[in-house]
């Protein structure tokens, strides 16, 4: 040990080097913080945007849903409307997400002359089976997303998050 | 690890003298406040640098958020300050350090003034110096429209009439200010905006690297 | 000493050392008498030691004083009284005098604060003497003196004939205040015919002064207001009878917010 000795000059570059680093971290800290909000601000999502689309009108062919909510984008408060593939499973509904998981064209129930029971993507061809399930094969390489759905008090279709596929 | 980067990048580009250059040299006693409290005031002008790169960082976070539109400028002003965290902050070392850059800049010129420091051979770097001042101060006039509140349209609009009243020319120079003849509006803000992101501070960059290298090379003035 | 590698440049443009440049021009610091540190790292710490105490102060100030914002500029306006940032102040000043404003404002706009910085800029060309202290050139530091102690003044003159609290109340950020009333009622044909809606806006939205929606105070209140006077609003701004203010009182007193 006592053959390190620290010599003056270093005591003085390392003193030098902690007082730059409490500068710049008190400089920076903040700023850091400020860009980096978007990541950590909290999503308040959930919200679910009741359609015009009756529950009990839905078939078990996908009929395309459009829905309108108000989107706050920090200070840009927007009308953005979405689109839902919804038709009827069983007892439950189903809405997915038109949104192809290749390269996030939109796709289209029987888009396809060739394949009238599923989705297809015009882009680059991909198809997806009616309950989302991408057909191996083509592009896509997941499952189309489904909505959170629910049913509002007076019978209406309500359109919430889109999650991860469970259907398939 | 870090010395054998060191000294791969000093091999080929030779970099041990320009780190000398900056580096590498004594300082005198006479402005050195250890020996003499009285030569603070030599600080003066290390402080307005110190906060001229607050300035810079503070401002180029600030532009993460702002928009230069009328329409959204105070919005997003507004977003920025109460719903991001530590919008408050950042915003607010960019607004006080605008005056406290003046305040320094002010003290460091009195240093030099009062110490007769401009004298020959530094002439030209007291001019470089005023030309910072003046910069400095169009920075702040610029700044001060950008978040498109109340003060800041009316002082602008104070503020432009100034330049107006310039004999000849003065209706010409409102015209390239405001972007318009008569509106101060839209085509203002993105004009201050530009003025005051890109123009002043690659002004104030050049005079800058001017100031510093003049001292340098010149050395710090002796003793009175 | 050799520094670096020595590496040969065609056309060298580097900055040689001290020891290997020939010796004119300024003095080297060595050739100052008295005790000399480096820069690096003894006299750099030092100096970022006092840089860490300014930005602790400077955060410090930060955080105990959020930066202003007023509202939304609204160039309809017109009762706003502008002001610029504190630095220029003197400036402002300077134009309110009557030698400075008017037929000659451009003396005070242009003239004077143009010959102030040209004579900044040329003070080496104008004050070419070697003496260095200030007390041995009267001149330079006489002229110095007289222009800070005008800024000081002008600023200060401007400081004290500025209303700040009207200045705030001018700026603030309010709540988008609706009200439904009957512009045909006695009470507001009162209202806009007297001064009160000079400050409070046509629709009570505030101005000047303060909203008058949903002040709950009684009628009882808002006519002793309107008599005596409150915060920044002197007694006797109201210059109408008591029997119309009484009206006036009762009716504002009845607005409140409509969503």
Known sequence: MSNNKVTRRQFLSYTLTGVGGFMAAGMLMPMVRFAIDPVLQKKDGGDFVTTDVAVADITEEPTRVDFTFEQVDAWYTSEVTNTAWVYKSGDSIVALSPICKHLGCTVNWAGDAEYPDQFFCPCHEGRYEKNGKNVPGTPPLGPLDVFEVRESADGLLEIGMAVPNNLV | MLNKIYDWVDERLDITPIWRDIADHEVPEHVNPAHHFSAFVYCFGGLTFFVTVIQILSGMFLTMYYVPDIENAWNSVYYLQNEVAFGEIVRGMHHWGASLVIVMMFLHTLRVFFTGSYKKPRELNWMVGVGIFGIMLGLGFTGYLLPWDMKALFATKVGIEIAASVPFIGGMIKTLLAGDEVILGAQTLTRFFAIHVFFLPAALFGLLAAHFILIRRQGISGPL | ?259
């Open chain 3, 1 to 259: 000493m050799h520094r670096g590698k020595g590496l040969k440049f065609v056309g060298d443009s580097r900055v040689l050392h001290p020891s290997s440049r020939k010796k004119k021009g300024p003095k080297d610091y060595s050739e100052y008498p008295g005790k000399t540190e480096a820069f690096w790292p003894d006299f750099l710490l030092k100096e970022w030691l006092i840089g860490s105490v300014f930005l602790i102060g400077y955060l410090i100030l930060t955080v105990s004083h959020p930066s202003p914002l007023e509202r939304q500029a609204d160039p309809t306006d017109t009762a706003y009284i502008p002001l610029p940032d504190w630095y220029f102040l003197f400036l402002y000043q300077l134009l309110k005098y009557q030698f400075a404003s008017g037929p000659y404002n451009v003396i005070g706009a242009i003239v004077m604060p143009g010959i102030a910085f040209m004579a900044l800029l040329l003070v080496p060309f104008l004050d070419t003497s070697k003496e260095r202290r200030p007390f041995k050139r009267p001149l330079p530091t006489g002229f110095m003196l007289l222009a800070i102690a005008s800024i000081i003044f002008l600023t200060w003159e401007s400081v004290v004939n500025h209303d700040w609290e009207a200045a705030k109340a001018q700026g603030e950020i309010r709540e988008e205040v609706s009200v439904e009333f009957d512009e045909n009622s006695e009470g507001y044909q009162l209202y806009s015919t007297s001064s009160c809606i000079g400050c409070h806006g046509n629709a009570f939205e505030g101005g000047i002064g303060p909203t008058l929606v949903g002040t709950g105070r009684s009628a009882e209140e808002i006519y002793e207001i309107g008599k005596n006077g409150i915060a920044s609003m002197p007694a006797g701004t109201y210059q109408g009878t008591d029997e119309e203010l009484q009206v006036i009182a009762e009716f504002i007193s009845t607005l409140e917010a409509s969503e």
